[in-house]
């Protein structure tokens, strides 16, 4: 429990932690008041739990410092843990989590309700799931219940994304994740020898993450302001997008016009919105990650170019 608190993104309540811990919340209670010197069980301000020494973090997660095999602390282990216990509570997501059961609704109408259709540990684990999945140790297990997950609730999870206000954080989580899936290599054999492999992309898991990225990277805007609308959405996916492969379905029967779309996604990766008039010069960062436009009126914004947002003017 300690091990999982200390790797924790974010402070959370005693609740959402015996959650990601697997573990009842009167086990995690006590097991904190017996560490009430180095961790707060909950912080009056926050009623989150808060490690009051941060010394006391550093010593567990570094190997030469803490020699005891009994208080060493298996980071990858730990991190592989919480990326199972993530997917797991992050199966009650489905369409429409907020029932508001109007596909226009926006989302600025559902911010006050979210707390009471999205608890915390399933919103912890909503912005940071990708972070443990990152951080453990990558096994064919783990991206086959990744995989499933995707192939389940990616739009579910891109509704509550919405909900929580974190897309462009989920953009983040998205790129990461093609880039976890470019440079997996599943070793598969080549001869009867064991000691002989040959290695293949996951492919599963690099398409649905490339797909995934190419819609939300063009959609955001709409899906920031009214999260519904990512299931009517999916029309517009191309014929052979994985998204569109497993969601289409589930588009409204009353939603009768269907465009006609290519067969691939195009040229086009994102639309950059949210500044208006005429744009005299724009220079791109040397590593390609920003663009700078300046307007007529003198203003000049920095664009991050991997998630479509402005990151300052």
């Not at 006590?30 to 010197?37: F, G, I, K, V, Y």
């Not at 453990?136 to 739009?155: N, Q, S």
Request: hydrophobic share 40%; proline share 4%; with cysteine.
């Amino acid at each position: 429990m300690v091990g999982s608190l200390l790797l924790l993104r974010n402070t959370v309540n005693v609740t959402t932690l015996s959650s990601l811990v697997g573990s009842d919340v009167y086990d995690v209670k006590r097991s904190l008041e017996a560490l009430r010197s180095v961790i707060h069980p909950a912080d009056p301000a926050t009623s989150c739990v808060r490690v009051i020494h941060l010394p006391f973090r550093d010593f567990f997660l570094n190997h030469d410092r803490c020699t005891e095999p009994g208080f060493s602390i298996n980071v990858k282990q730990i991190h592989g843990y919480l990326i199972e216990q993530c997917l797991a509570l992050m199966n009650v997501l489905r369409k429409d989590i907020t029932a508001t059961k109007h596909p226009g609704c926006w989302a600025t109408d559902t911010y006050d309700k979210v707390d009471d259709f999205l608890p915390k540990d399933v919103g912890y684990t909503c912005k940071h799931w990708v972070h443990h999945l990152m951080k453990c140790e990558i096994t064919l297990d783990r991206l086959t219940l990744v995989c499933a997950f995707l192939e389940r609730h990616l739009l579910h999870w891109f509704e509550a994304t919405s909900l929580l206000q974190v897309v462009p954080e989920c953009i983040h989580m998205l790129l990461n994740l093609d880039n976890l899936a470019k440079v997996f290599r599943l070793p598969s054999l080549e001869t009867s020898s064991d000691k002989n492999y040959k290695v293949h992309d996951f492919d599963p898991l690099k398409q649905i993450s490339r797909d995934a990225n190419r819609f939300m990277l063009i959609f955001r805007e709409m899906i920031i302001q009214a999260p519904l609308q990512t299931y009517l959405l999916v029309i517009f996916c191309p014929s052979s997008c994985t998204i569109r492969r497993y969601f289409f379905d589930g588009v409204p029967k009353w939603q009768k016009w269907r465009p006609k779309v290519e067969k691939t996604w195009g040229q086009k990766l994102s639309t950059l919105q949210g500044q208006r008039g005429f744009v005299l010069k724009t220079t791109f960062s040397p590593d390609g990650a920003r663009l700078a436009s300046g307007y007529m009126l003198g203003t000049v914004v920095l664009w991050n170019l991997n998630t479509g947002t402005i990151a300052s003017i």
